[in-house]
């Protein structure tokens, strides 16, 4: 196991003329960057927990842009990483009694690193094993959470090494439409943000315009970003912008978002179609996310895209 390297720093920051207490706040399970006592973000690693996540997740402490293990899918973990099914295992949907999936996500202790000016970097092993108690894939990986800006803006740069095991790993999800025993909602899987519900309101912006047409409540473009802005009563209450690698795969990147009582986004690097990783076989992903007060144009998340690719 790795031992969790954690520096506690109390920063006194100027905004708006005036002093504000920002501080670290950490346990055995989540590390958490704090603002006049209220968090900002928080990121969980409870071995307790089915996934990895970061809830709540929200700008200068305010409302939260993501929603925690609701009723309707307890297995959705704020934003958090998830494969679907790894060589027919399905590591997403958990038994409601005992809070399991059938395939197993673990995960050593994290290394952690902190700065005063609220950055930190995070780096854990996280293992996906099988049913048979075969480990059918490895990750690395590493999370960048910037210093938030004076206007409490932030983001988050994490990257996944994976490596498959001696079995290889066939990395799928439920078929898409127009596949054999195709559904309207198939194609799931990845880096995904469950987000906030009622009274809030949540309105999905691409890096090539507004999103508004959605099948079945489902839309999947294939652009390089996209985000969700939040309001609330008519005023911004923050937003999230997940921008994908050019390398992540051929092609603009694609997404699942789904428009209803569930506000949902998903990274969805597997729709357009499953992919096969040999024995040893390696496949790095990388995002950014970006987190502030104003909602995104996609003028704005286009210019962010070109800025993260310099």
Known sequence: MNAVRFVAAIGLVALAGSAVRAEWQRNDTTLAWTKEGKI????????????????????NGGTSLTNFKPEDHPWHYGLWFSWKYINGANYWEENRQTGRAQGATRWDE??????????????????????????????????????????????????????????????????????????????????????????AEVAFVSADGAI??????????????????????????????????????????PWYLVQSEMRFACAAILAPKVVKLPAGGEWTLKYRLMVRAKGWTPEELKAAVGEWVK
């Open 40 to 59: 900002v973000w928080q990121f969980s690693f409870d071995p307790a927990k089915g996934k990895p996540f970061f809830h709540p997740v929200s700008v």
């Open 110 to 199: 994290p290394e952690i690193e902190t700065r005063a000016d609220g950055s930190a970097v995070v780096r854990m092993a996280v293992t996906y094993t099988h049913p048979s108690g075969r480990v059918d894939l490895n990750e690395r990986r590493e999370l960048k959470i910037s210093a938030p800006a004076a206007d409490g803006s932030y983001t988050i740069d994490w990257r996944s090494n994976f490596l498959a095991g001696e079995e290889g790993a066939e990395l799928a999800r439920t078929p898409m439409p127009g596949e054999p025993d195709g559904r309207f909602n198939g194609g799931y899987a990845g880096l995904s943000a469950r987000l906030a519900s009622a009274p």
């Open 212 to 253: 508004e047409e959605f099948t079945h409540k489902r839309a999947r473009p294939f652009v390089p970003a996209v985000a969700a802005n939040v309001t609330a009563g008519g005023k911004d209450v923050g937003a999230i912008a997940i921008l994908s690698a050019r390398d992540n795969i051929e092609g603009e990147a």
